[in-house]
């Protein structure tokens, strides 16, 4: 009769037996003090008690070079991402590395299958622009070793090296242009609020409102597709407003849409300001006015903050951001006075 050897248990075994997260159990089993002593200790006994032992193995192949490393992106219909992801392949290849691209159609079961896959197949390092609901299985990688460098979104944690941009200068930038125009009210298209990079630019809009004098202005929900933004637009046009404000570069896409559909001259009957350098909006006869968050040096800054976690590099900041920068253009000044 043959005998099935006992499984050996894993990491996600010890997790569930001390019923915690995975990424908890590793970082407690790593004596990570972001983890309190006595769960530490508590996991360790766990640990011990099963026999679970750290695959040497995985570790001593995670330590070899692959000289290759992956890129996890939402969309790459998405202009923004497509520069993204270029910046950063050009970068790579310039230091001898290769990039294996990932495109998870912002959902998060195909983020997590994504990081696994590139994990399996030992790549050196990941840039990723992350899902929140994905936060555990990140940290989880991070703490077992793999050098990841979040970017464009955050996840909760503040442990794993992210690079955002501060929409703070470009967009209270554009609030007072267009307060001191009186293009209102402002119709803002918002990301969703289920992203860091959502939640931050509405609540930096608010403000900006609030520094310019302005009361509560009309606020879209929306999402990063062009057809929220042709939807958003169509609602806050509805709603009385004279200038469209959007919170992404495919939103802004939408705006222009629904403008051109309902014969509105974009710069004379509303003004216009969008998110990201497009070709599109430069070829516009009234060209419209953007927040640039520079997105060449986001992924210079998010390539080189990798680079130096593959060497092993001690980061001196988990938190690094970008300015963003108002590019003044004929959608929005002084034309609607």
């Known amino acids: 009769m043959d005998i099935e050897p006992a499984r050996r248990p894993t990491l996600k075994d010890v997790a569930e037996a001390a019923g915690v997260a995975v990424s908890t159990a590793s970082r407690a089993l790593a004596d990570n003090p972001a983890v309190a002593a006595r769960t530490r200790a508590r996991i360790?006994?766990?640990?011990?008690?099963?026999?679970?032992?750290?695959?040497?193995?995985?570790?001593?192949?995670?330590?070899?070079?692959?000289?290759?490393?992956?890129?996890?992106?939402?969309?790459?219909v998405n202009h923004y991402f497509a520069t993204l992801v270029t910046g950063i392949q050009e970068g790579a290849a310039a230091a001898g590395?290769?990039?294996?691209?990932?495109?998870?159609?912002?959902?998060?079961?195909?983020?997590?299958?994504?990081?696994?896959?590139?994990?399996?197949?030992?790549?050196?390092?990941?840039?990723?622009?992350?899902?929140?609901?994905?936060?555990?299985?990140?940290?989880?990688l991070h703490d077992a070793?793999?050098?990841?460098?979040?970017?464009?979104?955050?996840?909760?944690?503040?442990?794993?090296?992210?690079?955002?941009?501060?929409?703070?200068?470009g967009m209270h930038d554009a609030v007072r242009l267009l307060a001191e125009t009186r293009a209102l009210p402002i119709g803002y298209l918002s990301g969703p609020t289920t992203t860091s990079t959502g939640r931050q630019r509405l609540e930096t809009f608010r403000?900006?409102?609030?520094?310019?004098?302005l009361p509560e202005q009309?606020?879209?929900?929306?999402?990063?597709?062009?057809?929220r933004g042709r939807a958003g637009a169509a609602d806050l046009l509805d709603r009385g407003v004279?200038?469209?404000?959007?919170?992404?570069?495919?939103?802004?896409?939408?705006?222009?849409?629904?403008?051109?559909?309902?014969?509105?001259?974009?710069?004379?009957?509303?003004?216009?300001?969008?998110?990201?350098?497009?070709?599109?909006?430069?070829?516009?006869?009234r060209p419209i006015t953007v927040i640039d968050q520079d997105v060449d040096a986001m992924a210079a800054l998010a390539l080189q903050t990798l680079l130096a976690g593959i060497d092993g590099q001690p980061t001196t900041s988990?938190?690094?951001?970008?300015?963003?920068?108002?590019?003044?253009?004929?959608?929005?000044?002084?034309?609607?006075?």
């Open 242 to 285: 004279t200038a469209l404000f959007a919170g992404d570069s495919m939103m802004t896409i939408g705006v222009i849409e629904e403008c051109h559909r309902r014969g509105l001259l974009i710069g004379e009957d509303v003004a216009v300001i969008g998110f990201d350098r497009h070709p599109v909006f430069e070829l516009q006869p």
């Open 218 to 227: 009309p606020v879209y929900l929306g999402g990063y597709e062009q057809e």
């Open 145 to 169: 070793g793999l050098p990841i460098v979040l970017i464009d979104r955050e996840i909760p944690s503040g442990q794993v090296p992210t690079v955002v941009s501060d929409p703070e200068r």
């Open 97 to 140: 590395l290769t990039t294996v691209i990932a495109n998870t159609r912002e959902d998060a079961d195909s983020l997590a299958a994504s990081l696994q896959v590139l994990a399996d197949q030992r790549v050196d390092g990941v840039i990723c622009v992350p899902h929140e609901d994905c936060a555990d299985q990140i940290l989880a």
């Open 318 to 337: 988990t938190r690094m951001h970008t300015p963003t920068t108002l590019i003044t253009r004929q959608s929005t000044p002084g034309a609607l006075r």
């Open 207 to 213: 403000t900006a409102c609030t520094a310019a004098g």
């Open 44 to 76: 360790h006994d766990i640990a011990a008690g099963m026999g679970y032992r750290p695959n040497e193995q995985a570790r001593a192949l995670r330590r070899a070079r692959t000289n290759t490393i992956g890129v996890i992106v939402p969309s790459l």
